[in-house]
């Protein structure tokens, strides 16, 4: 990986110099979404305000929306695209809510939420009130879009987090002999939200059995078929307590099973303070496993998915346990660097305490990233030496996400701080070694088929990827699946589980090109 943001051109993006945060509201945010928002195939960035100061506002970056020119050259085109935000702002989801082919934005925010619709002459329009989705004044933090009643089109469930006002703010509380911030313990909880899509990008607030929990710290939401039925299940990471897994029963209802599937809790019985979530299939079993960030002195976790929506912590045993101790984990995702058809894992990190509290305690506010490679039924480190000195770089990151953004077959990275500045890190690993693949099913509400999995098979093993509108940390991947094909020439081909679970296969698929995969046109 090379850094390469400043001729990119998101090395200038303004951001704050770091000082001591005062608020649990100042910590918590640094998403990006990644969007063609001009329909011309690139991926394009927009970055929610990030870096504002309870005591001055104004300190905000302001919402950015980056256009990509090709090339991984990126200019500020927030003023011509109608993507001006500068309210406290955290976790995107993206998705065509409204079938017309054109990717849709929804920005969680402290206070009414946004939904941005893109329109066909360029530019987006502030849907947020006509569309019922800015009814909330909660604090939300990450959301998902899925069709989560099985009518075709694209539901959001959004993962709310604490009571917080930042013109009262709560009393300060003692962590290790020092005054910190206070939250979110002792805080009371937001419940979260479910909408339902009307079909025409018109949104309705529905129960569907999700309303039947008690309220906890959402931080993060995933909707995917995690059994393979055809149906969505919803993971949601909360901070301070049990995950929330919510499964669809023949009634259309959802219930809350993270208990009983074994995910709510660590190995130990405990909850935790879930921040990053990332799918990826481990095991190579056709599943998705759950991998976890978690609070400095906690360790990140890795559930295995054993099947009928059961799972296992095996984080120990996969050698992910006290390597991530010391650290304090953001975003998260597994992706295939190398290209060599093996997935590696990365955590990015960084401390919501201050340097000045830090240092006291013996540690750093910065911090850097973990990277590991998968060998056989282990994970293990991997050094700056091999990877090179990005890993090694410390900062107070939040999200990131990974994508193709040169179209060179292999994974870049973008990722952000919580000071608002982003580092974008092109790949130079292995160009021509990948097969990027989305997907389009004409005349769909839900024309990416959020939800699907990809299977890319003739290698020696299957290889297993998600379509999901959200992941990492409060950010928004690229809803393309991408794989390494090592030495192998190919070909290749590509079985894809639609939403629905029905199945089609795409042959004739070789490395080093990308391939849009059509409902209807497969085997």
């Given at each position: 990986?090379?850094?390469?943001?400043?001729?990119?051109?998101?090395?200038?993006?303004?951001?704050?110099?770091?000082?001591?945060?005062?608020?649990?509201?100042?910590?918590?945010?640094?998403?990006?979404?990644?969007?063609?928002?001009?329909?011309?195939?690139?991926?394009?960035?927009?970055?929610?305000?990030?870096?504002?100061?309870?005591?001055?506002?104004?300190?905000?970056?302001?919402?950015?929306?980056?256009?990509?020119?090709?090339?991984?050259?990126?200019?500020?085109?927030?003023?011509?695209?109608?993507?001006?935000?500068?309210?406290?702002?955290?976790?995107?989801?993206?998705?065509?809510?409204?079938?017309?082919?054109?990717?849709?934005?929804?920005?969680?925010?402290?206070?009414?939420?946004?939904?941005?619709?893109?329109?066909?002459?360029?530019?987006?329009?502030?849907?947020?009130?006509?569309?019922?989705?800015?009814?909330?004044?909660?604090?939300?933090?990450?959301?998902?879009?899925?069709?989560?009643?099985?009518?075709?089109?694209?539901?959001?469930?959004?993962?709310?987090?604490?009571?917080?006002?930042?013109?009262?703010?709560?009393?300060?509380?003692?962590?290790?002999?020092?005054?910190?911030?206070?939250?979110?313990?002792?805080?009371?909880?937001?419940?979260?939200?479910?909408?339902?899509?009307?079909?025409?990008?018109?949104?309705?607030p529905a129960s569907l059995g999700f309303a039947a929990v008690k309220a906890a710290y959402g931080l993060g939401v995933v909707s995917a078929d995690f059994d393979g039925d055809g149906t969505l299940e919803v993971f949601v990471g909360n901070d301070s307590g049990p995950?929330?897994?919510?499964?669809?029963?023949?009634?259309?209802?959802?219930?809350?099973?993270?208990?009983?599937?074994?995910?709510?809790?660590?190995?130990?019985g405990l909850g935790q303070a879930t921040m990053g979530i990332a799918l990826g299939d481990v095991n190579r079993d056709g599943r998705p496993d759950v991998f976890t960030t978690n609070f400095m002195g906690d360790r990140n976790t890795l559930h295995l998915n054993l099947?009928?929506?059961?799972?296992?912590?095996?984080?120990?045993?996969?050698?992910?346990?006290?390597?991530?101790?010391?650290?304090?984990?953001?975003?998260?995702?597994?992706?295939?660097?190398?290209?060599?058809?093996?997935?590696?894992?990365?955590?990015?990190?960084?401390?919501?305490?201050?340097?000045?509290?830090?240092?006291?305690?013996?540690?750093?506010?910065?911090?850097?990233?973990?990277?590991?490679?998968?060998?056989?039924?282990?994970?293990?480190?991997?050094?700056?030496?091999?990877?090179?000195?990005?890993?090694?770089?410390?900062?107070?990151?939040?999200?990131?996400?990974?994508?193709?953004?040169?179209?060179?077959?292999?994974?870049?990275?973008?990722?952000?701080?919580?000071?608002?500045?982003?580092?974008?890190?092109?790949?130079?690993?292995?160009?021509?070694?990948?097969?990027?693949?989305?997907?389009?099913?004409?005349?769909?509400?839900?024309?990416?088929?959020?939800?699907?999995?990809?299977?890319?098979?003739?290698?020696?093993r299957p290889q297993y990827r998600w379509i999901t509108s959200s992941g990492t940390y409060q950010s928004a991947n690229a809803q393309e699946a991408q794989f390494g094909t090592g030495s192998h020439k190919g070909p290749f081909q590509a079985e894809v589980t639609w939403?629905?679970?029905?199945?089609?296969?795409?042959?004739?698929?070789?490395?080093?090109?990308?391939?849009?995969?059509?409902?209807?046109?497969?085997?």
């Amino acid at each position: 990986m090379t850094e390469v943001s400043y001729p990119a051109g998101l090395g200038q993006l303004p951001s704050h110099s770091n000082r001591d945060p005062a608020a649990l509201i100042e910590v918590k945010g640094g998403g990006l979404a990644l969007i063609d928002g001009d329909g011309d195939g690139d991926l394009d960035l927009f970055l929610p305000a990030c870096g504002g100061s309870v005591t001055d506002p104004d300190m905000s970056s302001g919402g950015r929306y980056m256009e990509n020119l090709g090339r991984l050259k990126f200019r500020d085109a927030t003023k011509a695209s109608g993507l001006s935000f500068s309210r406290w702002s955290f976790g995107t989801a993206v998705g065509d809510v409204n079938g017309d082919g054109l990717d849709d934005l929804f920005v969680c925010a402290h206070g009414p939420n946004s939904l941005f619709l893109q329109q066909a002459g360029g530019g987006f329009h502030d849907a947020s009130a006509s569309s019922g989705l800015a009814q909330t004044s909660a604090w939300s933090a990450a959301a998902s879009f899925g069709d989560l009643d099985g009518d075709g089109d694209l539901d959001l469930y959004i993962a709310n987090y604490v009571q917080f006002d930042p013109e009262s703010l709560p009393k300060p509380m003692m962590f290790r002999g020092a005054e910190v911030f206070g939250g979110p313990l002792g805080l009371s909880a937001e419940p979260d939200e479910v909408y339902l899509n009307e079909g025409d990008g018109s949104f309705v607030p529905a129960s569907l059995g999700f309303a039947a929990v008690k309220a906890a710290y959402g931080l993060g939401v995933v909707s995917a078929d995690f059994d393979g039925d055809g149906t969505l299940e919803v993971f949601v990471g909360n901070d301070s307590g049990p995950n929330f897994f919510f499964q669809r029963g023949a009634d259309g209802s959802f219930s809350e099973n993270g208990l009983t599937s074994g995910i709510a809790f660590d190995e130990n019985g405990l909850g935790q303070a879930t921040m990053g979530i990332a799918l990826g299939d481990v095991n190579r079993d056709g599943r998705p496993d759950v991998f976890t960030t978690n609070f400095m002195g906690d360790r990140n976790t890795l559930h295995l998915n054993l099947g009928d929506l059961f799972f296992d912590d095996a984080t120990r045993r996969w050698g992910l346990g006290q390597i991530s101790v010391p650290y304090l984990g953001w975003a998260t995702t597994f992706l295939d660097m190398d290209c060599d058809g093996t997935q590696e894992l990365l955590v990015f990190n960084g401390h919501v305490y201050g340097e000045t509290i830090c240092r006291q305690q013996g540690w750093s506010q910065r911090q850097p990233a973990l990277l590991f490679r998968q060998v056989e039924n282990r994970f293990e480190p991997i050094h700056a030496a091999e990877a090179g000195d990005w890993v090694q770089q410390q900062g107070i990151e939040r999200g990131a996400v990974c994508a193709d953004l040169d179209r060179d077959g292999d994974l870049d990275l973008v990722v952000r701080d919580l000071t608002g500045s982003v580092r974008l890190l092109r790949n130079d690993a292995a160009p021509g070694r990948g097969i990027l693949l989305s997907l389009q099913q004409p005349g769909s509400m839900n024309r990416r088929a959020i939800g699907s999995r990809v299977a890319l098979l003739g290698g020696p093993r299957p290889q297993y990827r998600w379509i999901t509108s959200s992941g990492t940390y409060q950010s928004a991947n690229a809803q393309e699946a991408q794989f390494g094909t090592g030495s192998h020439k190919g070909p290749f081909q590509a079985e894809v589980t639609w939403p629905d679970g029905s199945s089609e296969r795409f042959p004739a698929l070789m490395p080093g090109m990308n391939f849009v995969l059509v409902r209807g046109s497969g085997e």
